[in-house]
């Protein structure tokens, strides 16, 4: 049984680019969230999906955008990236009867931006 | 806003000690806690959730308490090993967001040989 796989697994983009993340949830789980952690830091909440729809939004911009598919898998969408964008995102996966309690997390994508 | 605190920032111990990791959050207000793990440069392994009606949760050598009047919880971890070298990650869950884990920084831990 797959665990939560993130593509890519490492990214370098520059000032100004657009980039788009992927991830596909464990088997079975609808729900997906998406968080950004900075070197050192812990993760920050940026919005979770579910039946297509983002449900709850962290605090970030609007540059940071998202999608879910029929299949639940999701992307995260980051417009006019800034260098303090630099950051390993972490998708996390769980069943929506469940949300408040079990979420599994993917390995990340880190995304350098020069 | 919830702000969670994690103390100390970094820790050293030899193999076999036993040690105690603290989190402090600022609204009691919650509707669970969580502590994970996190090996360098890779995703979150929950470790154990404590519901805001609980007092402690216990998985092996790992025990977890939550005092939420006093906004603080604790990981004691037993019998130290090299393989406990992570960070250690506290989150929690605040009634009216409960779809958003509100993480501290961590505690980076080294167990020697």
């Known amino acids: 049984d797959a665990g939560v796989t993130q593509s890519p697994t490492h990214l370098i983009k520059t000032r100004g680019q657009q980039v788009t993340l992927r991830c596909s949830p464990k088997s079975g789980h609808d729900t997906v969230s998406w968080y950004q952690q900075a070197l050192g830091q812990g993760p920050q909440f940026i919005f979770q999906?579910?039946?297509?729809?983002?449900?709850q939004r962290g605090n970030f911009p609007d540059r940071f955008s998202g999608h879910q598919f029929p299949n639940y898998s999701s992307e995260l969408n980051v417009n006019a990236l800034l260098l303090g964008d630099s950051a390993l995102y972490l998708c996390?996966?769980?069943?929506?009867?469940?949300?408040?309690?079990?979420?599994?997390f993917g390995p990340g994508t880190r995304l350098t931006v020069l | 806003k919830q702000e969670v605190t994690q103390i100390p920032a970094a820790l050293s111990v030899p193999e076999g000690e036993n040690l105690v990791l603290n989190c402090s959050f600022t609204?009691?207000?919650?509707?669970?806690l969580q502590w994970f793990r996190q090996d360098p440069g890779k995703g979150l392994t929950s470790l154990l959730l404590?519901?805001?009606?609980?007092r402690e949760q216990t998985s092996g050598r790992l025990n977890a308490s939550l005092d939420k009047s006093s906004g603080r919880s604790t990981l004691y971890i037993a019998a130290s090993q090299p393989g406990d070298s992570a960070t250690y990650l506290c989150?929690?869950?605040?009634?009216?967001?409960?779809?958003?884990?509100?993480f501290g920084k961590g505690t980076s831990l080294l167990v020697t040989p």
């Open positions: 989150a929690v869950r605040v009634w009216g967001k409960e779809y958003a884990l509100n």
């Open positions: 999906y579910y039946e297509e729809e983002e449900r």
């Open positions: 609204d009691s207000a919650i509707y669970n």
């Open positions: 996390a996966s769980s069943l929506v009867q469940l949300s408040y309690n079990e979420q599994f």
């Open positions: 404590i519901q805001s009606s609980q």
